[in-house]
């Protein structure tokens, strides 16, 4: 999987290979112990160890350090990793207040919903980071809580027996190693961030409008598009979502409560590792062949086959996460489309963006450790405009009332569907009158050329 890829960018890549990397990453992946090239193997993890050592003393006794997720590791990792950063000038936060009045002002005439009415804000990554991080914990916390309970449930009763005494330790270590894993991830998202919650994920604080200027001004370096344009382009979708997340309450807890869904049926898998240590044979004695075994031992792929019994909330949070993008895409074209030329070719530098790790799915693998399947973004923005020729602006918004309203997963596919349960029975009684004052017009129409043509062979007979 690409995660480096989150600047705008139209760089070659082949997406059926991203696909299947993305398909046949274990969705643990952070946090295993090896991988199947070789790499996270021995070394990495005698380093990993090194550096959750070097960390034990302040960051073990902090009430941070005592769950299933070492967050003060965390943190600190990830303010190392994001470096020394400039603080926010006044003229950036100028500038992105005046780039969100305008997005706002456009977006009233493309959608129902008014605006957030909350703060606007500029950041800088450690903003995004200090400010983000409660959102993530309520998103990791279940993951890796369970996650633990599934190791355990997999070991053995013998080995669970062993296990006891050394439990709390064998927690803390669990905790700093999700820890460390984490603050990696988090310094490297909030290096690539440009908006408050511009991976498709509600993460900001809550009616809080963010964007981050100066990684904006890095991401839009190799577009030829005016800097003014790219941030009334980026703040009209980050406001766009705020809309959403503001005047839909249910919709931040759907999200939340998915993830907590999947977390709640961890199964974790081992056989495949006994199976491959049986047939290394370390127990034969002989050096060469251990030494052998060894070597194989490092190119194998010893991570756990994670699934959960619950993966239908998999496919909801994928649905959720492609409604919500392809609404944002949709009314954001409709609200600057035609006042700012370059939105096509922002829209598609944002989608090549998304397919080359600034998405949902991926800091979701990243971060809290569920592979998604990318969302359906461009279906649903088809999905959405088809409804709004449909049955209008405000009934196409007025789907977001509830979550039985929503289109479904097939739907993406099949929009047709979707739009025939929209069309109700005043619909249907509205397009009959129609098309009867249509076919009364037409036999006018015919009776009036008949007579016509009566007149004039009766003058022709006169």
Do not use: C
Not at 31 to 51: P, T, Y
Not at 179 to 198: F, I, V, Y
Request: glycine share 10%.
């Amino acid at each position: 999987m690409n995660t480096g890829g989150f600047g705008f960018s139209f760089g070659p890549g082949d997406d059926d290979d991203d696909d299947k990397s993305r398909r046949d990453q274990n969705p643990f992946g952070p946090f295993s112990f090896g991988g199947a090239d070789g790499s996270g193997g021995l070394g990495d993890m005698l380093s990993q160890f090194g550096q959750m050592l070097s960390g034990m003393g302040s960051s073990m006794n902090s009430p941070e350090g005592q769950g299933p997720v070492n967050y003060a590791l965390a943190e600190r990792i990830a303010r190392q990793q994001i470096g020394q950063v400039s603080a926010v000038r006044a003229q950036e936060t100028s500038a992105v207040e005046e780039a969100v009045r305008l997005a706002d002002l456009w977006l009233d005439g493309s959608t129902e919903l008014p605006t957030s009415g909350g703060r606007v804000v500029a950041w800088n990554p450690e903003d995004w980071l200090a400010e983000t991080l409660p959102m993530w914990k309520r998103l990791v916390t279940p993951v890796a809580e369970h996650m633990n309970d599934a190791q355990l449930a997999s070991l053995p009763e013998e080995a669970r027996e062993m296990v006891g005494p050394m439990m709390q330790m064998m927690n803390q270590m669990s905790g700093m190693n999700f820890g460390m894993q984490l603050g990696n991830a988090l310094g490297d998202l909030a290096k690539q961030a440009l908006t408050g919650s511009d991976f498709g994920l509600p993460v900001a604080p809550t009616d809080v409008t963010a964007l981050l200027p100066t990684n904006i001004t890095a991401a839009g370096g190799e577009l030829d598009v005016p800097g003014q344009e790219l941030m009334v382009y980026i703040a009209a979708r980050e406001s766009a979502r705020q809309r959403l997340y503001h005047h839909v309450p249910w919709l931040v807890e759907q999200l939340v409560s998915s993830v907590e869904e999947y977390a709640a049926g961890l199964v974790i898998d081992t056989s495949h590792i006994e199976e491959a240590t049986r047939e290394l044979n370390l127990e034969s004695g002989d050096p060469a062949a251990i030494q052998d075994a060894m070597q194989r031992l490092q190119g194998m792929d010893l991570s756990p086959r994670i699934s959960s019994r619950n993966a239908q909330a998999v496919s909801r949070l994928e649905t959720l996460l492609a409604l919500v993008e392809g609404w944002v895409e949709y009314v954001v074209t409709q609200a600057m489309g035609e006042r700012i030329p370059s939105t096509g070719a922002m829209t598609e530098a944002w989608r090549r963006r998304r397919a080359t790790g600034g998405s949902a799915e991926q800091a979701f693998a990243k971060i809290v450790g569920i592979e998604l399947a990318a969302p359906k973004v461009a279906e649903a923005a088809e999905l959405w405009r088809r409804v709004d020729v449909a049955v209008g602006q405000q009934r196409r918004d007025s789907v977001w009332e509830h979550p039985d309203l929503l289109p479904s997963a097939e739907h993406l596919d099949n929009s047709a569907d979707f739009i025939d349960g929209l069309l109700g029975e005043d619909d249907m009684d509205d397009f009959n009158r129609e098309f009867a004052k249509l076919e009364e017009m037409l036999r006018e129409q015919d009776d009036s050329g008949t007579d016509d043509e009566d007149d004039s062979g009766t003058d022709a007979g006169k």
